[in-house]
């Protein structure tokens, strides 16, 4: 019994693979549709670009100088 259970999970991990891999080679076949593209451009992939850009201020200006051009007293 068991070793029949292990077969059909052999099998069933074989088929997910190979339905896994058919959708990537469709994927790679074709564009993203212009649904896709607007979706991927919704906030949530935003964030990349704001922690980059965030990255970027932190390299040009010190807090110091940061806080000083904010008007900020310490």
Same mark, same amino acid.
């Given at each position: 019994?068991?070793?029949?259970?292990?077969?059909?999970?052999?099998?069933?991990?074989? +088929? #997910?693979?190979?339905?896994?891999?058919?959708?990537? =080679? /469709? $994927?790679?076949?074709?564009?993203?549709?212009?649904?896709? *593209? @607007?979706?991927?451009?919704?906030?949530?992939? +935003? #964030?990349?670009?704001?922690?980059?850009?965030?990255? =970027? /201020? $932190?390299?040009?200006?010190?807090?110091?100088?940061?806080? *000083? @051009?904010?008007?900020?007293?310490?």
């Amino acid at each position: 019994m068991l070793r029949k259970a292990k077969t059909n999970e052999a099998q069933r991990r074989k +088929q #997910a693979e190979s339905i896994r891999q058919r959708g990537i =080679e /469709q $994927m790679a076949e074709h564009d993203p549709s212009a649904t896709s *593209k @607007r979706q991927m451009n919704h906030k949530p992939y +935003q #964030a990349a670009v704001l922690i980059r850009e965030q990255g =970027e /201020q $932190m390299r040009r200006e010190t807090a110091e100088s940061w806080l *000083k @051009r904010k008007n900020i007293l310490i």
